[in-house]
């Protein structure tokens, strides 16, 4: 090789090089810029390569595959929603629009005590099966106490008690990344605190954190609250309360005092923080209107006791009970979300149900329509009786993150509630630019570093080098939640892109079908 050539393959090899480095998959060019700070925007570019984001700047010196033009839009963090119940709907629509067409990159799944048992196993099936959202989840109480216990109504045993340990460690180190509870539900609500307390303590010595639905949200909610509090406190671990709020009339107004117990506990030196949805409306299953010793022991225990006379005056009276502490005269609030033995009841109130089948216009009569629905099989539920005012003086809590509690909605089955397609979209829809409830940046730091710091996701919530490529790109000015509770199945507007693990999955409004979500396995795991 002459000494000509040598350097003209020199400067190839070097030119080469050169340009390899200022290659990229994905610019995005000119975006204004919310990082995820709660920092103020700024105009700039990001260059993303290998699922990684490789640099943020102004007239980033890249080319790439995709240039995007961002101009007159917000560019953000993936969406992290820390409140998902998406177990069993993952396989059916891997896609999970709903998500991705509301911003979110990332779901926490396993909440309200309810998860797979094998959190280790789950999170390889998410990372063979791919969905289009990123996976992280808790380890439920409920399902641990289930595989134990069954849906007794009794305290466990030591031996119980050393086997229910043992799956919660299991849990962790497969990667769970914290315990959670759901004590309004059948056995979680059966157990004691220091139950709790024991198995958020194994948690707690793996870096888990513990999330609870808590025992009561209506009448009883500082009592509650104080008891999350307890365990954080005796197990020393950090807590997450699930959709705070107040339920029932007569509650409206009380969240100046329960905000406060959250502040006050906070000052005391212990890491509470809050999630909440953007709704006056909740949603679970009708048979919680049922009292709570009707439900042990499956469904055939169930309706063996709901068929004897004594058993329904019991439950009647206590569902009386609590109506006339809602101050209302019939269960208009309650409204079947999905029903399979009849599905002409999704949509319809008790109320409304109660009239159709030609009973008596009183709610005597709708409380056997509560206990039918619920001996042939239950039903889900919309319940209406929240506060727009402690709806907003809870979301002005600066340690409050936005979360959904919804699954991956399969389109047109059922009339749930919209939140499943809406919350992030109605945040910064309706309480950002119209009410100016919190600021933008607000919103999208609760949307992302706040709950990636939460939950450990290390490499998530933030717009930064080496971060993980999950970013967002929407209109400010017309994003907004389409979803109603009368039409729910209506798609969020306003996201033009959303990547996630920089893979362009919204492209141009439109989700193209990409599955690029991953497990994401917490602070104990050996993946």
Same mark, same amino acid.
């Given at each position: 090789?002459?000494?000509?050539?040598?350097?003209?393959?020199?400067?190839?090899? #070097? @030119?080469?090089?050169?340009?390899? %480095?200022?290659?990229?998959?994905?610019?995005?060019?000119?975006?204004?810029?919310?990082?995820?700070?709660?920092?103020?925007?700024?105009?700039?570019?990001?260059?993303? *390569?290998?699922?990684?984001?490789?640099?943020?700047?102004?007239?980033?010196?890249?080319?790439?595959?995709?240039?995007?033009?961002?101009?007159?839009?917000?560019?953000?963090?993936?969406?992290?929603?820390?409140?998902?119940?998406?177990?069993?709907?993952?396989?059916?629509?891997?896609?999970?629009?709903?998500?991705?067409?509301?911003?979110?990159?990332?779901?926490?799944?396993?909440?309200?005590?309810?998860?797979?048992?094998?959190?280790?196993? /789950?999170?390889?099936?998410?990372?063979?099966?791919?969905?289009?959202?990123?996976?992280?989840?808790?380890?439920?109480?409920?399902?641990?106490?289930?595989?134990?216990?069954?849906?007794?109504?009794? !305290?466990?045993?030591?031996?119980?008690?050393?086997?229910?340990?043992?799956?919660?460690?299991?849990?962790?180190?497969?990667?769970?990344?914290?315990?959670?509870?759901?004590?309004?539900?059948?056995?979680?609500?059966?157990?004691?605190?220091?139950?709790?307390?024991?198995?958020?303590?194994?948690?707690?010595?793996?870096?888990?954190?513990?999330?609870?639905?808590?025992?009561?949200?209506?009448?009883?909610?500082?009592?509650?609250?104080?008891?999350?509090?307890?365990?954080?406190?005796?197990?020393?671990?950090?807590?997450?309360? @699930?959709?705070?709020?107040?339920?029932?009339?007569?509650?409206?107004?009380?969240?100046?005092?329960?905000?406060?117990?959250?502040?006050?506990? *906070?000052?005391?030196?212990?890491?509470?923080?809050?999630? %909440?949805?953007?709704?006056?409306?909740?949603?679970?299953?009708?048979?919680?209107?049922?009292? !709570?010793?009707?439900?042990?022991?499956?469904?055939?225990?169930?309706?063996?006791?709901? %068929? *004897?006379?004594?058993?329904?005056? /019991?439950?009647?009276?206590?569902?009386?009970?609590?109506?006339?502490?809602?101050?209302?005269?019939?269960? @208009?609030?309650?409204?079947?979300?999905?029903?399979?033995?009849?599905?002409?009841?999704?949509?319809?109130?008790?109320?409304?149900?109660?009239?159709?089948?030609? *009973?008596?216009?009183?709610?005597?009569?709708?409380?056997?329509?509560?206990?039918?629905?619920?001996?042939?099989?239950?039903?889900?539920?919309?319940?209406?009786?929240?506060?727009?005012?402690?709806?907003?003086?809870?979301?002005?809590?600066?340690?409050?993150? #936005?979360?959904?509690?919804?699954?991956?909605?399969? #389109?047109?089955?059922?009339?749930?509630?919209?939140?499943?397609?809406?919350?992030?979209?109605?945040?910064?829809?309706? /309480?950002?630019?119209?009410?100016?409830?919190?600021?933008?940046?607000?919103?999208?730091?609760?949307?992302?570093?706040?709950?990636? %710091?939460?939950?450990?996701?290390? !490499?998530?919530?933030?717009?930064?080098?080496?971060?993980?490529?999950?970013?967002?790109?929407?209109?400010?000015?017309?994003?907004?939640?389409?979803?109603?509770?009368?039409?729910?199945?209506?798609?969020?507007?306003?996201?033009? /892109?959303?990547?996630?693990?920089?893979?362009?999955?919204?492209?141009?409004?439109?989700?193209?079908?990409?599955?690029?979500?991953?497990?994401?396995?917490?602070?104990?795991?050996?993946?």
């Amino acid at each position: 090789m002459g000494r000509y050539t040598g350097i003209m393959l020199f400067l190839l090899i #070097f @030119s080469s090089l050169s340009q390899a %480095q200022n290659n990229c998959d994905v610019l995005i060019k000119n975006g204004k810029i919310i990082d995820g700070t709660g920092n103020s925007w700024y105009y700039g570019d990001i260059a993303v *390569r290998q699922g990684k984001i490789l640099a943020t700047g102004r007239n980033l010196p890249y080319t790439a595959a995709k240039t995007i033009h961002a101009e007159g839009l917000i560019v953000a963090p993936g969406f992290i929603d820390v409140h998902t119940h998406i177990e069993g709907d993952d396989a059916k629509n891997p896609t999970a629009d709903n998500f991705i067409y509301d911003g979110v990159t990332t779901v926490i799944a396993g909440n309200c005590g309810s998860s797979n048992v094998d959190i280790g196993g /789950y999170l390889k099936w998410v990372d063979s099966f791919r969905l289009s959202v990123n996976v992280a989840s808790l380890i439920g109480h409920n399902e641990v106490r289930k595989m134990v216990m069954g849906r007794a109504n009794r !305290d466990a045993t030591p031996d119980e008690m050393k086997q229910m340990e043992g799956l919660v460690e299991a849990a962790m180190k497969g990667g769970a990344v914290g315990l959670s509870t759901g004590l309004i539900y059948i056995p979680g609500t059966y157990t004691k605190t220091p139950e709790i307390v024991a198995l958020a303590k194994v948690a707690s010595k793996y870096n888990g954190i513990y999330a609870s639905h808590m025992r009561n949200e209506g009448d009883k909610v500082a009592e509650a609250i104080h008891e999350a509090i307890t365990i954080g406190r005796e197990a020393d671990i950090p807590v997450q309360i @699930s959709h705070f709020k107040l339920s029932g009339q007569q509650n409206w107004g009380r969240s100046r005092k329960t905000v406060a117990m959250i502040e006050k506990a *906070r000052a005391e030196g212990l890491d509470v923080t809050i999630d %909440q949805y953007p709704y006056t409306a909740s949603s679970t299953s009708i048979s919680t209107l049922l009292p !709570d010793e009707i439900l042990a022991d499956g469904q055939d225990s169930i309706k063996a006791r709901l %068929q *004897r006379p004594e058993v329904r005056k /019991y439950a009647t009276d206590r569902m009386l009970k609590r109506l006339k502490q809602r101050k209302l005269k019939h269960f @208009s609030y309650a409204v079947v979300a999905y029903y399979r033995p009849d599905t002409s009841y999704n949509g319809k109130s008790i109320e409304e149900i109660n009239l159709m089948k030609g *009973r008596k216009h009183k709610a005597r009569e709708e409380a056997q329509t509560i206990m039918d629905i619920t001996m042939n099989g239950g039903a889900s539920g919309v319940f209406h009786g929240m506060g727009e005012e402690d709806v907003k003086r809870i979301m002005r809590y600066p340690f409050n993150m #936005f979360a959904s509690d919804a699954s991956i909605r399969i #389109f047109n089955e059922g009339v749930p509630h919209p939140r499943g397609y809406g919350t992030n979209a109605r945040v910064l829809g309706k /309480y950002v630019r119209e009410e100016k409830v919190i600021s933008l940046e607000e919103a999208v730091r609760r949307m992302t570093s706040l709950p990636a %710091q939460k939950f450990q996701l290390k !490499d998530r919530g933030l717009l930064k080098e080496g971060m993980a490529a999950d970013i967002v790109i929407f209109d400010e000015k017309t994003v907004t939640d389409k979803a109603t509770f009368q039409h729910p199945h209506q798609y969020a507007k306003g996201f033009h /892109y959303v990547l996630v693990n920089g893979v362009v999955t919204i492209d141009n409004e439109k989700h193209n079908g990409v599955r690029a979500g991953k497990a994401l396995y917490g602070p104990a795991a050996k993946n």
